[in-house]
């Protein structure tokens, strides 16, 4: 199956032509946001259906990874640091911010 490319058709046959797989790799994604995919089908008299737009959206919904790298012990009035840098999100998402609290 050759890849979609935005305003080509792909043309395909029976018996296995009424389903395409779309796929993507990490090479060549599907951005993330809104895509509309149209079919139209043709009988064997070569009258064209109406055409059917599917929409699909591409959503990142897998948490990231937060690491937190903190000395166990500090002597009072020591200052420290607290390191996130460790954290981490899956391709081709990013950590767009630290949110850090003290709870007690």
Do not use: C, R, Y
């Amino acid at each position: 199956m050759p890849p979609f490319v935005k305003g080509v058709p792909i043309t395909t046959t029976p018996p296995a032509g009424a389903t395409v797989e779309v796929t993507v790799t990490a090479a060549a994604p599907l951005p993330i946001g809104v895509h509309h995919f149209q079919l139209v089908v043709e009988d064997n008299s070569g009258n064209q259906s109406d055409p059917q737009v599917a929409t699909v959206t591409v959503k990142d919904t897998i948490k990231p990874t937060a690491i937190i790298t903190a000395p166990a012990l500090v002597q009072p009035g020591q200052t420290f640091s607290l390191d996130g840098t460790k954290s981490s999100d899956v391709a081709p998402g990013t950590v767009a911010k630290w949110i850090w609290t003290m709870l007690d």
